[in-house]
Nanobody
Framework: QVQVAESGGGLVQPGGSLRLSCAAS????????MGWYRQVPGKQRELVAA???????NYEDSVKGRFTISRDNAKNTAYLQMNNLKPEDTAVYYC??????????????WGQGTQVTVSS
């Protein structure tokens, strides 16, 4: 079994910071790309940031310069450092990981989501 779990969400004031973590566990032959997505009610889930197994990154335009995605391959964990948070960053944040549980199998696994609320 493979599990992906996010942590680190919460309530923060505008201008504040949060660090989200995404840990993969279970049967893990390899982990490829990992990404953070967010969703607000009534809207589609959108990509916030992604990182390849080699460390290449890309960001949604509105978070460039404020958010940083990173990963620790030894810990099977990805992080999203969010600085200078704005009310419009409020959303449920989800982690997606491209995982091979075995050499023959490969699929995307999603976490359950963590709420981030930016409000004074």
């Amino acid at each position: 079994q493979v599990q992906v779990a996010e942590s680190g969400g919460g309530l923060v004031q505008p201008g504040g910071s949060l660090r989200l973590s995404c840990a993969a566990s279970g049967r893990l032959f390899s982990i490829g790309d990992m990404g953070w997505y967010r969703q607000v009610p009534g809207k589609q889930r959108e990509l916030v940031a992604a990182i390849t197994s080699g460390g290449s990154t890309n960001y949604e335009d509105s978070v460039k310069g404020r958010f940083t995605i990173s990963r620790d391959n030894a810990k099977n964990t990805a992080y999203l450092q969010m600085n200078n948070l704005k009310p419009e960053d409020t959303a449920v944040y989800y982690c997606k990981a491209d995982i091979r549980p075995t050499i023959w199998a490969r699929r995307d696994y999603w976490g359950q989501g963590t709420q981030v609320t930016v409000s004074s």
